[in-house]
């Protein structure tokens, strides 16, 4: 058995240390999840048990995306033999296919940090990511996110081969925070369209267009993988005399404490609609009083701009790190049964008459009896 405390591998023997373990998300889990760092996150814990049943009878009856995301929990058994939960991991795969996933969090205790007994945070963060990454098997690539000031988080992802693909500003913004008077109509071209199976091949070629070459391999996303991830929620401004998106705005998660994460994508030859039309694109997509968090490329001044004059506050930066994901993958099944076959007949072909073999040295005289 592994030494307690050191990071485990992968599916090795650390995960099952009698000192702490890493098991998937069950009911009785919640009530140990009583961490502050863990508190926000417990409506989506309980939304993923809920899903799960239903999940596992789908699966097993048509292919489709998982409701529910991957939840992996840290637990330390005590020498009382109570359990005490370490930390967490939530990850979900970001299309159909399963090849792109993302680790959307990857939380630590803060009750222990200053316990000599325990094992150390990066340990448990670093357990946690090599397990989750070993159980994706159809993963060829991951993303993940972490501010630009957690040194801990930002050490273990670069530990297990992310590397950094951008870093963004983030930014919290209130429907009703704006300020100056509303935005004037929208010029005769331009048109909102709400996010849907119609109009969302128009968002997807615009986000296509902005993304980076490198990052969109990455991603491996396709039309209906935005329709999942979006959950169908967004709103175009569609340019009709080229029947194409020159801005959007798409939901990607709710944020723990509450308001929406939404992305706010706008194509690079249309940056002159960056001021009332984009704001009255924001408008529409949110109600009154309500939060968006949104993230900004912090080379991207123009667009910090504009937030600033919408009344929205920076929340810090984070950075966008990605990695991809090698496998050995073995014969297939096809391919095995070609070659036991390939066996069997070649006992029944016609074998070529040896050719005889000096039995002494070359070059000898034939041999005396």
Do not use: K
């Amino acid at each position: 058995m592994s030494v307690p405390g050191q990071p485990a591998e992968a599916g090795g023997p650390e995960a099952n240390s009698a000192h702490w373990t890493l098991q998937s998300l069950q009911g009785w889990h919640l009530p140990l999840l009583d961490d502050p760092a863990f508190l926000p996150l417990q409506p989506l814990l309980q939304r993923n048990l809920l899903l799960s049943v239903p999940e596992r009878l789908l699966t097993a009856l048509v292919h489709r995306p998982p409701l529910a995301s991957d939840v992996l929990v840290a637990l330390r058994i005590l020498p009382s033999g109570r359990h005490q939960a370490l930390g967490l991991i939530i990850c979900r795969r970001l299309n159909r296919s399963g090849t792109s996933w993302q680790v959307d969090h990857l939380r630590l205790a803060l009750l222990t940090q200053d316990d000599p007994a325990a094992p150390t945070r990066h340990a448990v963060a670093a357990a946690l990511l090599r397990e989750a990454i070993q159980r994706a098997r159809s993963a060829t690539s991951w993303m993940a996110t972490a501010s630009s000031l957690d040194s801990t988080r930002l050490a273990v992802l670069r530990e297990q081969g992310f590397q950094p693909q951008r870093t963004d500003q983030f930014w919290r913004w209130q429907a009703d925070g704006a300020t100056g008077s509303p935005p004037p109509a929208l010029p005769a071209q331009l048109q909102l369209r709400s996010l849907n199976r119609r109009s969302a091949s128009l968002l997807w070629h615009l986000e296509q267009a902005t993304c980076p070459a490198q990052l969109r391999q990455l991603l491996d996303r396709r039309i209906e993988d935005l329709l999942d991830q979006s959950g169908s929620r967004g709103w175009l401004l569609v340019d009709t005399s080229r029947n194409e998106a020159v801005a959007g705005v798409r939901w990607l998660a709710d944020q723990p404490g509450g308001g929406q994460r939404v992305e706010f994508t706008l194509h690079p030859a249309w940056l002159h609609w960056l001021g009332p039309a984009g704001e009255l694109l924001l408008r529409r997509y949110a109600a009154p009083g309500s939060t968006l968090w949104l993230v900004s490329d912090v080379a991207d001044t123009a667009r910090h701009d504009w937030l600033q004059r919408l009344g929205a506050e920076p929340q810090g930066e984070q950075v966008l790190m990605a990695r991809s994901v090698w496998r050995r993958h073995g014969p297939q099944p096809a391919e095995r049964a070609a070659r036991r076959i390939e066996a069997v007949l070649e006992q029944f072909q016609p074998r070529r008459r040896p050719l005889p073999t000096p039995v002494g040295p070359l070059g000898s005289g034939p041999r005396q009896l």
